[in-house]
């Protein structure tokens, strides 16, 4: 263990039962979308570990630090990933629990069921061709640009980002055309932490329960089937789960990946003349965002298997602990201000590490890459539409995405 952070609180147990000169920071609310890296600086003022509430009555500690995050994120031993003990004290309609709440997966297991899982998982991720994948991703953002591109102007996130993703995913996993729309409102509505987040849950639950079903007595060539006939032997609750935690972890993520590299391109002026000049590719716009507005924010969900002391922080069995990916990258950053470390993965948490480390990199890269240059080479003289101030970003404790981005081009002559 590291030696005491001078400065850090006492004791900052979730419960608040401990006396703590801090009060719990809320992340969810708007004053949080709208400023993260001002409630970040806030919280390195407790030390490594900040205390911060992400939901009524739902109280965490939030690592900022890097170090510490690194060193979480591969600690086994001492932190696990199943969250049952945190969850049998928080209320069942919490918002928060169709994120963080237990269900038969790899997100949320420990050990030889983790591993089990995790090779379903990459198993099946791994028949995405690079090539097939790319071709669906430029299919798909041709079409939607098709939607917008003779009026011009549109919402880049509403009629492009947040479709393109659902559009790829449905097609590998063989979802029906008929739910493609409840499986994006079931995404969505479950990563915003809102009073209607458990419903959507389940609605997206139910959808994809439904392709299980079929698949099991009609296989196809989709994902769904090459999942179903893995040698782990999922049963269907396994697989509906794995299932889930793919599309929702791959979607609203890249939606926001996409979302916010098409922001920094059209709102930093340090890349003036980016669009139509080539100053900035679609993979350097993407990486200074994965450094420094992560589209997940604050997720890795953690409980320490016994009381234990973390970087100077006294912990709780079962308590919940989160990393803050953003507040922690751009901690690191004075220390890492080489562009060429920087580039890529460089040494960036938004992909997480350790054994818990996304599983789908790669086809979230591609399409939002597929996205990027599709859009850029088609509108080339797009602009936002409203100065960067007056944009709205979406409320909620784990993601940072705006909710929508308004912007104007030269209309494309769509007659013959």
Known sequence: MTPPTPGAPASPPASGTVPSPYEPLALYGPDFAADPHGHYRRLRAQGPLGRVRIAPGVDALLVTDYQAAVDLLRDTDTFSKDPRAWQAGIPEDSPVLPVLGYRPTALFSDG???TRYREAVNDTLALLEP??????AAQAAQQFIATFSATGTGDLIAQYARLLPLRVFSACFGVAPRDSERL??????MMDSAANAAAAYADLV?????LVAERRVRPGRDLTTYLLAHPAGLDDD????????????GHDPTTNLIGNALLRMLSDTGYGGS??????????????????????ANMGAHYPRHDTEFHGVPLRAGQLVLVSFAAANTQSLPAVSDPAV????GAHLAWSAGPHRCPAKQPALLMAMTAI??????????????DPSELIWRPGPFHRAPAHLPVRFTPLDTHP
């Open 275 to 296: 669009l139509h000049g080539g100053a900035m590719t679609a993979r350097e716009a993407i990486d200074e965002v994965l450094w420094r507005d992560p589209p997940l």
């Open 238 to 249: 396994e697989a509906v789960r794995q299932i889930t935690l793919i599309i929702s972890a």
């Open 112 to 114: 030889a069921v983790h």
């Open 184 to 189: 994006l409102h079931g995404v969505a509505g």
């Open 206 to 210: 139910a959808v994809v329960a439904g």
């Open 131 to 136: 090539h097939l994948l790319r071709a669906y």
């Open 342 to 345: 920087r580039s890529g993965d």
């Open 373 to 386: 240059e599709q859009i850029t080479s088609q509108l080339c003289d797009l602009e936002l539409a409203v």
